[in-house]
């Protein structure tokens, strides 16, 4: 297998990967500590959108303020290591709104079972792309 770079992908589409993917993980902080879940998401007018239960440590996290968190998704062939990964970076706050709530209950069927009522938007600030390619294939180096 030839080598592997690393190059940037701008910002609208690292955007558009995000939303062409239905899980990331969403990381917070929960008692002083880095916290990591998995969740399925869908990018709704450039936010990343994610529903969960009350009991949820991220609803926990956000409750009440804007948090900031991280958002990561990927998408990295494991036999060829070639594909992307994106990073958002920005706040979220738990969503209030009953409409916008109904809407998102249409569009985002969260994959695990039980009663995910609460809506979550995260307003992406810093987003950071980059695609694995082929050795030779990249355009500009990346700051891994």
Do not use: C
Request: glycine share 6%; proline share 5%.
């Amino acid at each position: 297998m030839s080598e592997r770079t690393m190059e940037k992908i701008p910002r609208e589409e690292s955007l558009r990967l995000l939303a062409g993917t239905a899980m990331g993980r969403v990381v917070f902080t929960l008692h002083a500590l880095p916290a990591v879940r998995p969740v399925n998401h869908i990018v709704d007018d450039g936010d990343i959108v994610i529903r969960t239960h009350m009991g949820a440590a991220i609803t926990t996290a956000v409750s009440g303020h804007d948090t900031v968190v991280a958002y990561e998704a990927d998408a990295i062939d494991l036999d060829d290591h070639l594909g992307w990964s994106v990073v958002v970076i920005g706040p979220a706050r738990v969503v209030h709104d009953e409409q916008e709530i109904t809407r998102y209950r249409r569009l985002l069927r969260p994959w695990v079972a039980g009663s995910m009522d609460h809506v979550i938007r995260i307003r992406p600030e810093l987003v950071t792309g980059f695609r694995l390619v082929a050795a030779g294939r990249a355009e500009e180096p990346a700051d891994a």
